[in-house]
């Protein structure tokens, strides 16, 4: 069975940076493309970033592009963000997702192709 499990999340004032951490379990997560997304109240469920297998490509709303370095470490099956610069529009919800198997690098923003999510861990940022 696999697991994702979300940490690191929390509150930090505006300005501020996080590092959001994600374990995985029950695949094998070098064959797994991994993301990050996000969801406040109302709103739907957006990329923060995703990364491909072996790390090599990336990608970043444009919301977070300079702010966000996603990256992973295949031999600990671990994935992780940190976000710099939190502003109060970065509140959310956010969530990791696994992808795959998959066969190529051709790395996809939207939520409905991810196979696999954690519970999310919570990111309030005070102005």
């Known amino acids: 069975q696999v697991h994702l499990v979300e940490s690191g999340g929390g509150l930090v004032h505006a300005g501020g940076s996080l590092r959001l951490s994600c374990t995985a379990s029950?695949?094998?997560?070098?064959?797994?493309?991994m993301g990050w997304f996000r969801q406040a109240p109302g709103k739907e469920r957006e990329l923060v970033a995703t990364i491909s297998r072996s790390g090599g490509s990336t990608i970043y709303a444009d919301s977070v592009k300079g702010r966000a370095t996603i990256s992973r470490d295949n031999d600990k099956n671990t994935v992780h963000v940190q976000m710099n610069s939190l502003k109060p529009e970065d509140a959310a919800v956010y969530y990791c997702?696994?992808?795959?198997?998959?066969?190529?690098?051709?790395?996809?923003?939207?939520?409905?192709?991810?196979?696999?999510w954690g519970q999310g861990t919570q990111v309030t940022v005070s102005s």
């Open positions: 997702a696994a992808d795959g198997p998959a066969w190529n690098d051709i790395l996809t923003p939207l939520p409905s192709k991810y196979d696999y």
């Open positions: 029950g695949l094998f997560f070098s064959e797994y493309q």
